[in-house]
Each structure stands twice: as structure tokens, then as C-alpha cells.
């Protein structure tokens, strides 16, 4: 009878060590954090880190505009005022061309500024 001989696998051993921790630790983790105590200390926690977040956002503004350089919020404000400046371009250009369309030169194709009258020349040239 030919004799069987086992071999230990050390990556199986350690495969199965790596499961029981992983099984105890996120049993320990889990009883952990289903307590009231738990809940209480990382609302403490969060209340802590948005309070330090709100001072640093106003620290450095303070700071930004001590050194005479925009802040976030200054760019926000800017791009919105060109969007409401982009807006109103196109309000009055939408006007002109309505505007051009209505009079009679738009329709023979001559350009609204041949149609106005020119002001009077009061200057002549320089004589060379």
C-alpha cells in the first residue's frame, strides 16, 4: 500500500487565519457600533470636524484676502455675473435682429446703417 503523506500548506493556514480575524474583527466591530455610545462619540466627532472645517474655510478666506488673491466664492460670484452679462447680450442682439427684420431696408438686403443718415462733415482732409 503506498503510504499518503500531507503536506502543510502554509498560504491555506494563513488564508484561514486571515478569515477567523476578519470574522472576530468585524463581529467585535459590528456589537461595537450598534451601541448608543458609539452613535453619541462620532456625532461628537463629525460636530467637531465640521466646526474645524467651517474655520478653516473662514481662516483662509480672511487670508486670501489679506493677500489680495479671489476666493473660491469670488470666483462663483464672477462667473455668475458673465453668465447674466452673456444673457443680456443675447437679449439685445435678439432685439437688433427683430429690429432689423421690421424695417424696409432688411428686406431689400441693404444694411441698417446705409439707411440711417450720416452726420454732417465738418472736417476735410489734410491736403498733402
Known sequence: MAE???TADPFGMWRDWMANSE???NGFLNDAMATDEFSQTMGRMMDGYLNL?????????RYLQLINVPTRNDILAIG???SQIE?????????LLRREA???????GAPIAATMPRPPRTKKPARA
Do not use: C, S, Y
Not at 472645517?53 to 478666506?61: F, I, S
Not at 444673457?87 to 432685439?95: F, K, T, V
Not at 421690421?102 to 431689400?108: C, F, I, S
Open 80 to 82: 455668475e455675473r458673465l
Open 53 to 61: 472645517q467651517k474655520n478653516m474655510n473662514e481662516v483662509m478666506g
Open 4 to 6: 499518503h503523506t500531507t
Open 23 to 25: 470574522r472576530q474583527w
Open 102 to 108: 421690421a424695417q424696409p431696408a432688411a428686406a431689400t
Open 87 to 95: 444673457e443680456r447680450l443675447d437679449q439685445i442682439e435678439d432685439g
